[in-house]
Each structure stands twice: as structure tokens, then as C-alpha cells.
């Protein structure tokens, strides 16, 4: 008789995919008084390399405006490959979407601090991120998404 194998879940490599940082009206900006406003953008995405491998990837996109200037647009893309066997199917996307984003965030968002700082600009500390939080929502959208067609 065999026994079902136990489910796998490591970390195989946490890399930068992509890394920029654009600041369009430099050196004007710096010349400036006014406070900047920050915008926060994260995405996450997934998919299979190979048997059991994922790669999974966040993007986190900042910008910083003020009036009608763009200081600084700065974007990574923050990987990791994981090695992901022997879990059920129903499990394998909360995985992928939640456990993932959350070991990768910690790096984007030094990623984006010491990227910005570079750039001339006090570093961006990004707030934590509630990954499973962001994933029940996009679950209950697309849930919904789907009834609401039927509806009309």
C-alpha cells in the first residue's frame, strides 16, 4: 500500500526580475518645497516552471506626484521560486496568492526603500500588506462577477 506523500513547501530562490526607477522632472523636483503624494500599486501573479516548481511574482509600483509633476516612479518586481508538491488543488492557489506575496514583500519593500534612496529622495517604508486580506477580495469579485452576468 503506498501512503500519500506529505505535502512540500520551499523556498528555492528569491531574486529581482525587474528593478527601475524613473524621476522625469529631476532636478527641478529637488529645487521644490511641496510634499509629494504617494501612490502604492501591488500585483502578484503565478505560474508553473516545471513539475512542482511555481514562480511567483510581485510587482510594487510607487509613485510620487505633486501638483502635475512626477518626482519619482519607482517599480520591482520582486521573485521567488518555490518548490510546491503534494498539496491539494483547492489549497495550491490560496498558496500561491497569500504565503507567496507574503515572504516576498519584505524584499520588494527594501528593494523600493534603498532604490528610492539612491535616487536622491528619502526612502519610501511601505506599510504591511494583508496578502490573504487582498486575495478573499479578488476571490469574492470574481465569485460575484460571474452572477452578476447571469443576472441582466
Do not use: W
Not at 514562480?55 to 521573485?79: G, S
Not at 518555490?82 to 515572504?103: H, K, M, S, T, Y
Not at 494583508?130 to 479578488?138: C, M, T
Request: with cysteine.
Amino acid at each position: 500500500m503506498s501512503e500519500a506523500q506529505p505535502p512540500v513547501f520551499s523556498i528555492e530562490k528569491i531574486y529581482v526580475k525587474d528593478l527601475s526607477l524613473e524621476s522625469p522632472a529631476a532636478p527641478q523636483v529637488f529645487l521644490q518645497a511641496a510634499q509629494p503624494q504617494l501612490e502604492v500599486q501591488l500585483a502578484n501573479a503565478a505560474n508553473a516552471v516545471a513539475d512542482g516548481l511555481y514562480e511567483a511574482a510581485l510587482t510594487v509600483t510607487v509613485t510620487a506626484k505633486a501638483e502635475d509633476k512626477t518626482f519619482f516612479l519607482a517599480e520591482v518586481v520582486q521573485c521567488g521560486l518555490f518548490q510546491i508538491r503534494n498539496v491539494p488543488a483547492p489549497e495550491l492557489d490560496p498558496l500561491l496568492g497569500i504565503a507567496c506575496p507574503n515572504i516576498l514583500f519584505p524584499y520588494a519593500r527594501e528593494a523600493i526603500a534603498e532604490l528610492v534612496g539612491r535616487g536622491g529622495f528619502p526612502p519610501v517604508h511601505l506599510a504591511p500588506v494583508n496578502f490573504e486580506a487582498i486575495y478573499q477580495q479578488r476571490a469574492a469579485s470574481s465569485a460575484a462577477a460571474p452572477r452578476a452576468e447571469a443576472a441582466h
